[in-house]
């Protein structure tokens, strides 16, 4: 089945936003765009699955993040085989940002748990609403709001502290 | 559809404010605004850094490698229907359009 004309013209122009979320999920560039490559791919192959007229932008982002969480696991695992403790440090990585107060601002976004992450920057950027989030999410609304509101307190509290300059320096090889 | 004015806003480089304003008003989908409920990271300094780090994202130029992706996808499509116009199964599609990674 091929895509129609909405999904081919929507998935141009939904790339710059799916590379934020990209890299706002896992912090890294390649990683990031390997995620909106592999989103095009399989958005264009399950086309048929897009009803027209329905929310793309909900669909593309379902795609990425089920990418995201499908390759995480798989990274998590191939690192444990490595060493255990390097598995939980896998997102965190501040990347070429100009501004210190963004970098800093990366760096304890990356220090949340994914799914909180995910919810924070699908309701506080990407601009969807809890019903979209929780669809994208594949969870409920109220699930949707605790991590939220889990993932601000605990943003603030790394802003505030002083965690985020031993997770930084930690990360220094 | 509904997507579009926003996303022609996003395209012209005019990210923004108001762009940003009107996006967490109303959300991306088809979902009634009554509906919609916004959050307070909406409002605060948490949520406006968050926003500011997603943007710088979002406007970064993107990378010719995915407009080449859509035309590899465009030309597969094109010679997969010249097969079935054929009355053939499509199955030299993938050779015609060349090897999924050329790098």
Redesign the interface.
Known sequence: MNPSKEVREGLVDAIPNLRAFAMSLCGRSAWADDLVQETLVRAWAKSDSYQDGTNLMAWLFTILRNEFYSQLRKRKREVEDIDGEEAGRLTAAPGQLPNLEMKDFQAALALLPEDQREAIVLIGASGFSYEEAAEIMGCAIGTVKSRLSRARTRLTEILEGDELQSAVGEKVN | ?T??PR?ES??SGAIGFSF?LH??R??????SKQ???T????G?A??S????????????A??D???Q??EK??KL?EVE?QARARGGDGASAEQAAGPEDGS
């Open positions: 559809m997507v579009l996303w996003v395209k940003r996006s967490l109303t959300g991306y989908g088809t979902v509906q919609h409920e959050d307070p990271i909406i605060d948490v949520g850094q968050l926003r500011s780090l997603y943007q710088d994202f979002a406007s970064e993107v990378p490698r995915f407009m992706l859509i996808l465009e499509e229907e």
